[in-house]
């Protein structure tokens, strides 16, 4: 079975700050992985997503995460936040044989303050 | 192009009562999937279709039941509600059968609360 652990459930930071939100999955094949962006009172949007190639990954609004096979993790990062960016994000893992079934980490809200 | 589109928007649920929650897209995608999201679970998968005509059980899945007719409508019914079931429900869709190499598209969500 495929799992998927964000390790912070809330993150309170100051415009301009960078920010990493860890993510690591439980999977032993072949792994497509995503994060999702959920804005306040919106749905779920696609930030980015890895299935080969080169390990990082480059997204909307300036958000990249990096693949770490060794390590099952997936962590997204960015160099510098707007109060804009204020969201939860979900880290997601799709396993080859779970064919198209995605599971969802817990969640990441952030807070941005102006 | 509205891609997918979920009725209603919120509903209030008295418990025992049958509830169908509509999902439609317009995106020809051959899959369709039903979340709910409940705080800090994230999303967890209720039912799935790879297609039209068939069906699948996703990670919970007890209390509901799906059907797909067509391509593009997705129904999830909750028999008998119960006050574990207010949540808010997340349609998907993606283009692919086997969707390995396809991302998910959501829809805006219908909030449900069962009393």
């Known amino acids: 079975a495929q799992s998927v652990s964000q390790h912070n459930h809330h993150v309170i930071l100051s415009e301009a700050a960078s920010l990493e939100l860890g993510c690591n999955y439980s999977?032993?094949?072949?792994?497509?992985l995503f994060w999702y962006v959920q804005y306040p009172g919106q749905h779920l949007q696609l930030l980015l997503k890895?299935?080969?190639?080169?390990?990082l990954v480059k997204g909307i609004k300036g958000f990249e995460a990096e693949f770490i096979k060794s390590k099952f993790s997936f962590n997204l990062r960015k160099p510098s936040v707007q109060w804009s960016d204020t969201a939860e994000y979900f880290c997601?893992?799709?396993?080859?044989?779970?064919?198209?079934?995605?599971?969802f980490g817990g969640g990441t809200r952030v807070l941005v303050k102006p | 192009i509205a891609g997918i589109t979920q009725a209603p928007t919120s509903q209030i649920l008295a418990a025992g009562r049958r509830m169908t929650l509509r999902c439609t897209q317009d995106?020809?995608?051959?899959?369709m999937y039903w979340y709910r999201q409940d705080l800090g679970l994230g999303l967890r998968l209720i039912h799935y279709?790879?297609?039209?005509?068939?069906?699948g059980k996703g990670e919970v899945p007890d209390g509901y039941s799906v059907s797909r007719a067509n391509t593009d409508d997705f129904p999830l019914t909750l028999a008998s509600a119960v006050p574990s079931q207010t949540s808010v429900y997340f349609c998907?869709?993606?283009?692919?059968?086997?969707?390995?190499?396809?991302?998910?598209?959501f829809g805006p969500g219908t909030r449900l609360t069962v009393l």
């Open positions: 999977y032993g094949g072949t792994v497509n």
């Open positions: 997601a893992v799709n396993g080859k044989a779970a064919g198209n079934k995605l599971t």
């Open positions: 998907a869709s993606s283009a692919g059968a086997t969707a390995f190499y396809n991302e998910q598209f």
């Open positions: 890895y299935f080969s190639g080169d390990p």
């Open positions: 995106m020809r995608h051959n899959a």
């Open positions: 279709s790879n297609t039209a005509g068939t069906t």
